[in-house]
């Protein structure tokens, strides 16, 4: 978007009585309109960049660090690049698509907190993680909760990326039906997730064990959608107003 004199958008110059022009800000104005109409001017305006490509080169070197020291002699090297797979794939999307459609600080944040939570599972496997196991004796639990905490972000993480591509995107806006279709999209996410485990039991059997982390526990498989639940809801109850506030940047 071209820029005035004054750095402010062509295009967003109000006139005084008086004739002179004053700034206005792109937020100022979506907080004096309605839902419905600044929903509608959020998804007309075209998206420019707001977090540099110094801030996601940053991120991008931190990740590859991380990957590069999750690699080095992992428990299981079959179980590490199943885990890491998302997050190297996710990576190079972020890289072809940053300048053509760059996503809000608060999401590429939380992208990079779920890719480490994924390398640190995939270096030792998700029941041995050292993490997991001082919170085992710490709550005095029965088995390591580190697989919890990786659904937990399954559901937290995809709740805000659903959030900003919806809004973006489509016709849904702000409200109640927003967080239904987030809260559906992510437990949608993690029953495919159950589902490709599912797959990989049966194709590789007992060599499975270390990627499923059940920890012998039968009801593995509903408590990681639940958490995944949980996650997606407490995202947008926790996050909802910081994240309309960048998206206003974003396009502003």
């Not at 109409?37 to 940053?58: C, E, H, N, Y």
């Not at 990576?91 to 600080?105: D, E, N, S």
């Not at 994924?118 to 088995?143: I, K, Q």
């Not at 905490?149 to 702000?174: K, N, S, Y």
Request: glycine share 8%.
């Amino acid at each position: 978007m071209a820029l005035g004199d004054r750095g402010v958008p062509i295009g967003f110059m109000v006139q005084r009585r008086s004739g002179r022009k004053r700034d206005c800000h792109l937020p100022s104005l979506l907080a004096g309109l309605s839902g419905n109409r600044a929903d509608a001017m959020i998804r007309a305006m075209p998206a420019t960049d707001s977090f540099s490509p110094k801030g996601l080169a940053a991120y991008s070197a931190s990740m590859i660090a991380l990957l590069t020291l999750s690699a080095w002699r992992p428990y299981d090297l079959a179980t590490w690049l199943m885990e890491v797979l998302p997050a190297i794939v996710v990576l190079v999307v972020l890289w072809f698509t940053h300048r053509r459609f760059p996503l809000t600080p608060l999401l590429y944040a939380l992208i990079f907190v779920h890719a480490a939570v994924l390398m640190l599972g995939g270096h030792y496997t998700y029941a041995r993680v050292p993490l997991g196991d001082w919170m085992r004796e710490w709550l005095s639990l029965s088995r390591n909760p580190y697989d919890g905490i990786g659904h937990f972000m399954q559901g937290f993480v995809p709740a805000i990326a659903a959030r900003e591509l919806l809004l973006r995107h489509t016709e849904l806006q702000r409200g109640g039906w927003l967080f239904v279709v987030v809260t559906a999209v992510c437990l949608a996410i993690s029953a495919i997730y159950e589902l490709i485990e599912w797959g990989v039991a049966v194709a590789l059997g007992q060599g499975a064990d270390e990627f499923l982390g059940t920890q012998g526990d039968p009801w593995d498989t509903q408590k990681d959608m639940l958490l995944a639940w949980i996650g997606a809801m407490l995202a947008q109850w926790l996050l909802a107003r910081l994240h309309d506030r960048q998206l206003g940047r974003l396009i502003s």
